[in-house]
Nanobody, 118 residues
Framework: QVQLAESGGGLVQPGESLRLSCAAS????????MNWYRQAPGKQRELVAR???????NYADFVKGRFVISRDNAKNIVYLQMNSLKPEDTAVYYC????????????WGQGTQVTVSS
């Protein structure tokens, strides 16, 4: 049973920073791309950032220059460093990963709330 567990969400003021973590656990062969998505109330879930198993990254335009995605392949953890947070960054942030369990399967974490408010 593979699980993704996010942590690090919370309430911060505009301009502050947060770091999210997502750890993969269970039995699997390898992890391909790891991604962060977010979903604000009344809106569709959207891709925030992606990192390949080789370290290549992609960012949504609305976070470029503010957020940094990274991963520790030895620990099966993906991070999202979020700087200069804005109220519009308020959302539930979800970890997502394409994992080889004998076949490729797309897993999701349970989500962590990020609230940016003064």
């Amino acid at each position: 049973q593979v699980q993704l567990a996010e942590s690090g969400g919370g309430l911060v003021q505009p301009g502050e920073s947060l770091r999210l973590s997502c750890a993969a656990s269970g039995s699997f062969f390898s992890i391909n791309a790891m991604n962060w998505y977010r979903q604000a109330p009344g809106k569709q879930r959207e891709l925030v950032a992606r990192i390949t198993n080789g370290g290549g990254t992609n960012y949504a335009d609305f976070v470029k220059g503010r957020f940094v995605i990274s991963r520790d392949n030895a620990k099966n953890i993906v991070y999202l460093q979020m700087n200069s947070l804005k109220p519009e960054d308020t959302a539930v942030y979800y970890c997502n990963a394409l994992i080889n369990v004998g076949y490729m399967y797309n897993y999701w974490g349970q989500g962590t709330q990020v609230t940016v408010s003064s």
